[in-house]
């Protein structure tokens, strides 16, 4: 199985680098594209999303004796881990959002974001021209005031890159990322493919999202712990495809810091260090790369 199709998808994927690489406004077209999908599905589905998030606070008494164990670093101690309410709260509707108006395939991937789907359309079509399909990965990261900040935290295994593929036993490669800092920088080792070409010969550009739902903490004096965690606010950010960060129009050396570097030490596997991306050189991008809704 590991083989089967390698020729065939070599093949496909090499004029697709090349087109996407000398087209990079289709990969933009279909990021702006996405982007505008997932505002409308938020606006459309705003108070559900909203009341569901808030839903989690409400069933406090049935989860107070087993509440989620801090994954922070130094947590106060003062609020509750939210990560799985924004999960499940948004991954779920996307899902049947996305169902709804495209045509979907859930294929399998051994690793990537929280939730991933291809969807088809000849909208899509018209964007991309070469194929009707993309690949989108999002990840569903909830931030409180402890967290609030223009920057979100990715895995390699969340972004994609260069895509080389020089032969067809070689497979998909990707040259490291600079993260760069103030004081310090580090390569960021992305592990994703900017392009898929699956077995029926379907070309699937990847684009990625990061969904930040942002809670408040209520507090009433009565004791350490907040009284609940109320949505206050959705960002959306688009993170530019491996072929547009590093190819044309290359913007990680055209933003420096762009990618900075994240919470990992450096005695970790150099594989597996995350970096942080910058929302705010995003915006200088492209505006609607970034996208804010108050509650």
Not at 28 to 41: L, P, S, Y
């Amino acid at each position: 199985m590991f083989t089967k199709y390698n020729k065939m998808q070599y093949e496909q994927y090499k004029k697709a680098h090349k087109y996407f690489c000398c087209h990079p406004e289709c990969l933009i077209g279909i990021e702006k594209f996405v982007m505008g999908e997932i505002k409308h599905f938020i606006d459309l589905h705003l108070p559900d999303i909203v009341r569901d998030y808030n839903e989690a606070s409400y069933l406090h008494p049935f989860w107070k004796n087993y509440p989620p164990s801090d994954r922070g670093r130094d947590p106060v101690g003062d609020q509750y881990p939210w990560i799985e309410v924004g999960e499940q709260v948004f991954g779920n509707k996307l899902a049947r959002y996305f169902d709804a108006n495209f045509s979907v395939k859930d294929s399998g991937l051994p690793s990537g974001s929280d939730d991933r789907c291809i969807i088809a359309s000849q909208r899509i079509k018209q964007i991309l021209h070469i194929t009707d399909s993309v690949w989108i990965f999002i990840d569903i990261k909830s931030s409180g005031p402890r967290d609030d900040v223009e920057h979100s935290v990715m895995s390699p295994y969340q972004i994609s890159g260069s895509g080389n593929w020089n032969s067809v036993k070689t497979g998909v490669l990707n040259d490291p990322i600079k993260a760069s800092g103030e004081r310090a920088s580090h390569d960021f080792m992305c592990a994703i493919s900017p392009i898929y070409v699956l077995s029926d010969e379907t070309v699937a550009p990847l684009v990625t999202f990061v969904i930040k739902p942002f809670y408040k903490m209520i507090k009433n004096g009565d004791g350490d712990k907040t009284q609940g965690q109320p949505l206050s606010r959705i960002e959306v950010a688009s993170i530019p495809n491996g072929l547009l960060l590093t190819k044309n129009p290359n913007y990680n050396k055209l933003h420096p810091g762009l990618f900075f570097p994240g919470k990992d030490d450096k005695g970790k596997d150099p594989r597996k260090i995350r970096a942080r991306v910058d929302f705010r050189l995003l915006r200088d991008i492209a505006d609607w790369r970034v996208l804010k809704i108050m509650i």
